[in-house]
T-cell receptor, first 116, second 116 residues
Framework: GAVVSQHPSWVICKSGTSVKIECRSL??????MFWYRQFPKQSLMLMAT?????????EQGVEKDKFLINHASLTLSTLTVTSAHPEDSSFYIC????????????FGPGTRLTVT | AQTVTQSQPEMSVQEAETVTLSCTYD???????LFWYKQPPSRQMILVIR??????QNATENRFSVNFQKAAKSFSLKISDSQLGDTAMYFC?????????????FGGGTRLMVKP
């Protein structure tokens, strides 16, 4: 149990275009989902916290207009990178916090984004 | 704000031997959770072990155990009988359940190489 999926697992897009990444909790409901960014050989950096039915909370330095997060249901959160630039190329990971249990977060397998 | 420090960027160990990864943290909270996550080359984050701060007994999961020193704010991970599959990045993480969104604060990571 407690499986989180991400789609796509990797994506290549051109500069100026937008790309959407989906994060789904497959066998549990998640009131809260988190989006992280990870550069090569570095730790995970929290970008934003997403609560179902409300606006995401962004960490300092993360552009909310560039990284649009939507948590439309208890099993789905999406991250849209708008007007992508090469510097947005990174590994993006989501995690989900089950509604009834604390405190473990379950992580998706990540999405590798390359902007050309 | 909480901080988590992993002072060993890289470590290596011979197969079947024991290795200890260090982690220190800073917090003014009394009740919190600590975690060790493993990130193998696949980059899927895997929970290794969890410790509740109110529990004095050190957590153990098969070959993995922790040495939790609350007063010293230290949380080291011991891997016994190291296996080749233990080769991975290891991240120490802190969670304050009273904090906003139950977010995780990660350390910088330790790259562990298990040598045959």
């Amino acid at each position: 149990g407690a499986v989180v999926s991400q789609h796509p697992s990797w994506v290549i897009c051109k500069s100026g275009t937008s790309v959407k990444i989906e994060c789904r909790s497959l066998d549990f409901q998640a009131t809260t989902m988190f989006w992280y960014r990870q550069f090569p050989k570095q730790s995970l950096m929290l970008m934003a916290t997403s609560n179902e039915g409300s606006k995401a909370t962004y960490e300092q330095g993360v552009e909310k207009d560039k990284f649009l997060i939507n948590h439309a249901s208890l099993t789905l959160s999406t991250l849209t990178v708008t007007s992508a630039h090469p510097e947005d190329s990174s590994f993006y990971i989501c995690s989900a916090l089950p509604r009834k249990t604390l405190p473990e977060q379950y992580f998706g397998p990540g999405t590798r984004l390359t902007v050309t | 704000a909480q901080t988590v420090t992993q002072s060993q960027p890289e470590m290596s160990v011979q197969e079947a031997e024991t290795v200890t990864l260090s982690c220190t943290y800073d917090t003014s909270e009394n009740n919190y959770y600590l975690f060790w996550y493993k990130q193998p080359p696949s980059r899927q984050m895997i929970l290794v072990i969890r410790q509740e701060a109110y529990k004095q007994q050190n957590a153990t999961e098969n070959r993995f155990s922790v040495n939790f020193q609350k007063a010293a704010k230290s949380f080291s991970l011991k891997i016994s009988d190291s296996q080749l599959g233990d080769t991975a990045m290891y991240f120490c993480a802190f969670m304050n359940p009273k904090g906003a969104g139950n977010m995780l604060t990660f350390g910088g990571g330790t790259r562990l190489m298990v040598k045959p």
